[in-house]
């Protein structure tokens, strides 16, 4: 395009003669109309450079958005939804999200939780972490055909987050669960067994919120889910409270082990990074809704490392054994 303008550019127009005496012009119209024409033709041959310098710089013009430029536009602005999305997501359900930290008190504390709380985790061993998420208290009411308790809340969690208080005979464990309550104040509770089931490695735990009220998880359901869909695992691992994860399902129908050497089947299979510490947190879809519980990650041995294949106990089997678990404290198999 330059080489054309720079080519245009060169055509200069002749100069146009002056005529000495107006009456010659006159005497003489077939004249005239000859240098009529020649006039014409310079004047076209004057402007046409213009004219397509114009319509150039028209076609040039950097305010004028290309195809290119608008699809990166596009994708700019789809990049920044998928990103607001995520932040949202985060935003609305990690206030569901609880830290759960198992404590070894020593021998010369053991009293109550209130006396362990006050003299701090220093005088205690920590015995792990994991994490989960606060069950609707209607499912409790509902089952228990009781009024609504305000302070009491319950928690859903791994069993084998919490297996040593489970099995303890010695007294000395303790649980300790941090929350946010629905003003986004954070505090932590003692955490009390409700129900175990070590056969799908769930558990149910109960705190005393008074004075706080608490944001219940939204249950979606896992039997729809597809391979390549979007997911999100929120949890504590390493003890690194409220991080999220990102990936899709990996697979589904998956056998993983449970604590009591039986098969968990139908399990999730994630790449979404899951850790020491996320187990018990919850796996999301894009709506915010829990698909499944974070349960294990296939580590090479002495690793302990997520290798991206990790796994989550479709929320369907959570739903169908919690209600149990709150009513009679162990699965419905097992009461019979």
Known sequence: ????????????????????SSSSSSSNPSRNSQKNKIL?????????????????????????????????????DELQQDEDRAVNLFQETSPSVVFIKDLEIDKSLKAS??????????????????????????????????????PLWLQVTNYHVIAKLATDQSGLQRCKVYLVDARGNGFYSEGKIVGVDPTYDLAVLKVDVQGHELKPAVLGTSNDLHVGQSCFAIGNPYGYENTLTIG???????????????????????????????SGGPLIDSHGHIIGVNTATFTRKGTGASSGVNFAIPIDTVVRTVPYLIVYGTPYRDRF
Not at 1 to 16: E, F, T
Not at 51 to 69: E, M
Not at 253 to 270: F, L, M, N, V, Y
């Open 1 to 20: 395009m330059v080489v054309v303008l720079g080519s245009l550019s060169q055509i200069k127009p002749s100069p146009i003669p002056t005529n000495s």
């Open 40 to 76: 014409t033709r310079r004047r076209a041959m004057v402007l046409a450079p213009s004219l397509v310098a114009a319509s150039l710089l028209h076609f040039c013009n950097p305010i004028s958005p290309q195809p290119s430029s608008r699809l990166a536009l596009a994708l700019q």
């Open 113 to 150: 939780f209130d006396v362990v709380s006050q003299s701090g985790d220093e005088n205690s061993k920590v015995e792990g972490t994991g994490s989960g998420f606060i069950w609707d208290n209607l499912w409790m009411f509902t089952f228990l055909v009781l009024k609504p308790v305000n």
């Open 248 to 278: 899709v399902v990996s697979g589904l129908g998956r056998e993983i082990p449970s604590p009591d050497g039986k098969a968990i089947r139908g399990a999730i299979q994630t790449d979404a990074a899951i850790n020491s510490g996320n």
